[in-house]
């Protein structure tokens, strides 16, 4: 009788679970939310004129929808197709959560491109010449700085609560 047994320990498989990449998502689409409106509230605060409340709302509504929620989608969907397992080291968590705000960031960047081009009318690839807005690559980096922290303390974090054993 032989026993084939592997020289190196084989790690558990990444199991694809949305829960724990939604639950992050989540999070970081929550607190990107709680900034906008505080944002908000000192824009109303601070220019009290009946013309300024219009714009302000404008601002957040696209803050939510076109920034934040798309780039909390972007989050999801790369810590669903890399999940973590709790045997995966603090800088292998850290670097997924700067992946994941990496990928959060080019959809926020390449979701508000969309959509600035949709209300400026240029709807297709050959209008895309007569675009002279500002270009969404210069914004990637800054994004990623502002942002990067957030979601690599929210992964960690989560990540570390499912190592903790429950009494």
Known sequence: MTHHASAHPT???RVRDPRSALLAAGLVAGVLI???????LQQIVLTSTPNSVGPALLGFAYGVFVDALVFAAGVFVLLWLLPLRTVDRVLRVLGTGLAAAAAGTVFATLGGFVVTLGALGLLTARDLPYYGGPTPLVQLLPEL???APLVMLVVLVLWVLRRTPRP
């Open 145 to 147: 700085i502002s942002r």
């Open 34 to 40: 709680l900034q906008r409106l505080v944002s908000l």
């Open 11 to 13: 790690s558990p498989p």
